[in-house]
């Protein structure tokens, strides 16, 4: 049954890589929206360019989470579908729309009145998809998800996700993704302006974090779970907080004295200790009151060949995103090749 | 529209749109490596100028393969959690392993798209076969997945419950092996003749354009040798559904007797009340011969099976008449053009030819729906052949109404911004002639 807690574990990894990557790219379409000013022209073209290459495969992550829950937790995986049907569809179509108009919103640059419309598209789905996501994760640690059996449609299929508290949880995703995005992008621009623009973002973001954090912790204790509490009192829990407020605290810092490699670094690790201390209030439960990680975990023989299928899939994966990131980030496109790239995607001479 | 329906109809429908893409996704790598190994040879920049305006198509083909992708896998929770609660154990092997393979394509197409100016020319050529081929290995990954689904095996039943589960004979099931190899083969001759087929309408008013006949070649090259195996490898199929889905395969043929020396029939009206089809052009015996190669096998028909057992039959008749009408086009399509390369001719100067090859460039389309309307339909009332029925499948969620007239439109505005985008962007741009890089 161990083998059940270390595929549990890669799960949550493989959500946390989701957040820290996938996450980064709405928190950038969430900056395209909010661009204003003499700089928004380029604000744009730099969040454009980070997106770019690394487009899509950070999205594969949140695949892999899906595909690791119904292998090796089925039970959880049909639950969800079940209890929380209605964010996730909404969520669904954020993702299609988002994806899609980041594509053709690059593809479809020859035309520049309806390229706008595409814009508009992609930052607004990158900022409602957040939300909904937050919210299905709000409403899962709350302990709400439990399926009234002979409630109406609105006490089982709304009232679960529909409440403050998950709400307060979409919200911080929403600032935690455009906090992470804004940190990135600091590092990754190299016109001072520019770096300095998203500095302003990325500190107004960590507030922001801030202060959904301390709602959803004030309304934790008042869900079913009582989470708060747990979220407190659980021997490991205090380190796991401690250890979150410490790397915020780093980061801000760090933004404010202006150095951007160490701040990336810090709301990286930021950013993993909240989602790993949220893992641990709710563990050993996957859908906390219905499921836990053995109780959910499907034959060992399964969890033994995705096991072994992990390790050969990362045998090819790593090698692959490690040459993608070489390829890409080492060295900062340059003007020239950004012009010249530019110039192929329209198929202009 | 009750629930059930309208969730059958959502599954369809996002089905048979994610398809599409995911069969250019496999299709469209071959050729833009193709066309850049040519130019890596030869340095004639008509090749580059194809590679990029493929592997541009290919980018905002995979942008929505890969939504509409996403989309399905949480479909099949949001739509299915009973069947995906069975199954997940058992299937969801082939499902971790495509997830990798996407991610590696992902990531190659990525690395492929923006590095031309930043790769060697061979490290740029690499990528391009690393997305090739992780595109046509996650396409088998989901199609083992679903032939599972046709032929269920690897667990056992005990009190209706799967027990002593064995992933690897369950994603090596009796129907995998012919699945995966109709479904590469369809992917391959679709997109080859579709892009043939556009640069052939193209030829028709300038026979001599270097840009379409590059282009045409490439293309033919690509559906020829599936074009001529596909026949092959549907018959294997019939083959396997015959042994193994009797009651799918009387769908096909609108079989309602059980017979000896079974015929074969051509077109026809299936009518599932008076249980007869009529109107079929009919071959004797021959329905025998390709289902048991012998022609006075028996074929069992619809009869044979309790009529709540039966698939729609009348949809999955015209289907498959549908599908193998169309491969037979295709297969004529490519033995014509290998008749004209044999002599030496150009395929630009046989009009009839090229009226010929236009007219076909949805054909492949049309037969791949046509054949998983086949499958999937024929398979019913059965989500997992005998084991689980669809309606037993069923999200307790009511409503479903909503999320499907959701997904049509949503799915409907994509769809016409794609064929625009392509359009715009790809076919009616002007051959580009400046070169970035040279060899
Ligand atoms: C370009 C597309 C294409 C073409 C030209 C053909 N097929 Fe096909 N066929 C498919 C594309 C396809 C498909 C969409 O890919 C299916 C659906 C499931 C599968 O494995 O392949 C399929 C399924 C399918 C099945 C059902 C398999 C099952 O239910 O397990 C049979 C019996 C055939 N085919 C037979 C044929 C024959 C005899 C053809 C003769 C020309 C033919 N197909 C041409
Ligand atoms: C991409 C190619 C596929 C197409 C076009 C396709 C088509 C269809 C169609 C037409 C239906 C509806 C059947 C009906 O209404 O009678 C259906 C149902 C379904 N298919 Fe497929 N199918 C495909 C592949 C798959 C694969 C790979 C899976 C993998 C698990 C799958 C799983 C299902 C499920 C769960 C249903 C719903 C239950 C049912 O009505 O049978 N399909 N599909
Ligand atoms: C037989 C039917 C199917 C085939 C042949 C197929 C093939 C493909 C291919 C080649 C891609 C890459 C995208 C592209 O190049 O356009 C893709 C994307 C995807 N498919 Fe399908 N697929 C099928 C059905 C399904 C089903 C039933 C699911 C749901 C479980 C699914 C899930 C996905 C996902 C999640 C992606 C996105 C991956 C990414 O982001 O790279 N596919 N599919």
Redesign the interface.
């Known amino acids: 049954m161990t083998l059940a807690y270390f595929l549990a574990g890669v799960t949550m990894l493989a959500l946390n890589a989701y957040v820290l990557l996938g996450g980064a790219d709405f928190g950038a379409g969430v900056w395209d929206l909010l661009a204003r000013g003499p700089r928004a022209a380029r604000q744009r073209a730099a969040i454009e360019d980070g997106i770019?290459?690394?487009?899509?495969?950070n999205?594969?992550w949140?695949?892999?989470v899906?595909?690791?829950l119904?292998?090796?937790f089925?039970?959880v995986?049909?639950?969800?579908?079940?209890a929380l049907?209605i964010p996730?569809?909404l969520m669904?179509?954020g993702?299609?729309?988002r994806?899609?108009a980041?594509?053709?919103r690059a593809?479809?640059s020859?035309?520049s009145p309806v390229q706008k419309h595409w814009g508009r598209i992609f930052s607004i789905a990158s900022t409602v998809t957040p939300v909904l996501l937050g919210i299905c994760v709000g409403a899962l640690v709350s302990g709400a998800l439990k399926l009234p059996v002979g409630g109406t449609?609105a006490e089982t299929?709304v009232m679960p996700w529909f409440t403050p508290f998950a709400l307060a949880v979409g919200f911080l995703t929403l600032s935690v993704f455009a906090f992470l995005a804004a940190v990135y992008l600091t590092v990754e621009v190299q016109e001072h302006e520019l770096q300095e623009d998203f500095r302003r973002m990325a500190l107004g973001a960590a507030v922001a974090v801030g202060v959904f954090a301390g709602t959803a912790l004030i309304l934790g204790e008042s869900t079913p779970m009582r989470l708060t509490g747990n979220l407190l009192t659980r021997s490991w829990a205090i380190p796991f907080q401690l250890m979150t407020a410490a790397f915020a605290i780093t980061t801000i810092g760090a933004l404010v004295t202006r150095r951007y490699t160490l701040a990336r670094a810090s709301a990286v690790l930021q950013v993993s200790a909240l989602m790993w201390g949220w893992a641990y209030a709710q563990f050993p439960a996957m859908i906390p009151g219905v499921h836990t990680i053995e109780s959910a975990a499907?034959?060992h023989?399964?969890l033994k060949?995705?096991t072994i299928?992990?390790c050969?899939?990362a045998m090819?994966?790593v090698p692959?995103?490690w040459?993608?990131f070489k390829?890409?980030k080492a060295e900062p496109a340059s003007a020239f090749?950004r012009v010249?790239?530019a110039e192929?995607?329209t198929?202009k001479? | 529209m009750t629930d059930l329906l309208a969730a059958r109809t959502q599954m369809a429908l996002s089905l048979g749109f994610h398809i599409i893409f995911a069969v250019m996704g496999i299709g469209m790598p071959a050729l833009m490596v193709l066309a850049e190994r040519k130019w890596l040879k030869t340095g004639d920049p008509v090749w580059l100028d194809l590679a990029?305006?493929w592997s541009?198509g290919t980018?905002?083909l995979?942008?929505?393969g890969?939504?509409?992708?996403?989309?399905l896998?949480?479909?099949?929770?949001?739509l299915w959690?009973?069947f995906?609660?069975?199954?997940?154990?058992?299937?969801?092997?082939p499902?971790?392993?495509?997830?990798?393979a996407?991610?590696?394509e992902?990531?190659?197409?990525?690395?492929y798209?923006?590095?031309?100016?930043?790769?060697s020319p061979k490290a740029h050529w690499w990528a391009g076969v690393?997305v090739a081929v992780s595109g046509t290995v996650s396409g088998i990954f989901v199609v083992f997945a679903n032939a599972w689904m046709n032929a269920p095996t690897g667990f056992e039943l005990v009190n209706g419950l799967p027990t002593n589960?064995?992933?690897?004979a369950a994603m090596l099931n009796p129907a995998s092996f012919h699945q995966t190899l109709h479904m590469t083969l369809a992917s391959f001759a679709t997109t080859g003749i579709a892009v043939a087929g556009i640069h052939a309408w193209m030829l028709r008013k300038n026979p001599e354009d270097h840009f379409h006949r590059s282009a045409l070649h490439i293309a033919m090259l690509v559906a020829i040798p599936a074009c001529l195996l596909q026949p092959l490898s549907g018959d294997i199929s019939a083959k396997f559904v015959a042994k193994w889905q009797p009651a799918k395969l009387a769908a096909m043929e609108g079989q309602f007797e059980t017979e000896r020396a079974a015929p074969l029939r051509l077109g026809g009206i299936p009518n599932e009340a008076t249980r007869e089809t009529k109107y079929a052009l009919e071959v004797p015996g021959a329905l025998s011969f390709l289902a048991f190669s012998d022609f006075n096998a028996e074929v069992k028909g619809l009869e044979a099976f309790p009529e709540s057992d039966w698939p729609p039959v009348a949809i999955t008749h015209f289907a498959f008449q549908i599908m193998v009408g169309l491969g037979t086009l295709m297969m004529l399509a490519s033995l014509w053009v290998i008749y004209r390369w044999v002599r030496k001719q150009e395929v630009a100067h046989d009009r009839p030819l090229l009226t010929f090859l236009a007219l076909l460039t949805p054909a492949g389309f049309i037969a791949v729906e046509a054949g998983w309307v086949v499958t999937e339909v024929g398979r019913q009332p059965w989500i997992v052949y005998g084991i689980m029925r669809t309606a037993d499948a069923l999200?307790?969620?009511?409503?479903l109404i909503v999320?499907l007239i959701?997904i049509s439109l949503?799915y409907l505005f994509?769809g016409v911004?794609v064929v625009y985008?392509l359009w715009?962007?790809?076919i009616k741009?002007k051959p580009?002639?400046?070169e970035?890089r040279t060899p």
């Open positions: 770019g290459p690394i487009w899509e495969a999205h594969v949140v695949i892999l899906v595909v690791l119904f292998s090796c089925p039970p995986y049909a639950h969800l579908s079940v049907h996730i569809s669904l179509v993702i299609v729309l994806g899609s980041f594509t053709f593809y479809d020859t035309n449609f299929y499907a034959p023989i399964t060949l995705v299928g992990l050969g899939g090819v994966l692959s995103l040459y993608l390829v890409f090749e010249d790239t192929y995607r198929g001479d | 990029k305006r541009k980018a905002i995979f942008a929505v890969a939504v509409s992708g996403t989309v896998s949480f479909e099949l929770g949001l959690p009973r995906m609660e069975y199954a997940g154990a058992i299937i969801g092997m499902f971790s392993l495509e997830g990798f996407f991610f590696t992902a990531i190659f197409l990525g690395i798209l923006y590095g031309w100016t930043r790769l690393a589960i064995d992933p690897i999200t307790p969620v009511p409503g999320p959701g949503l994509l911004v985008l715009a962007q790809i741009t580009m002639t400046q970035i």
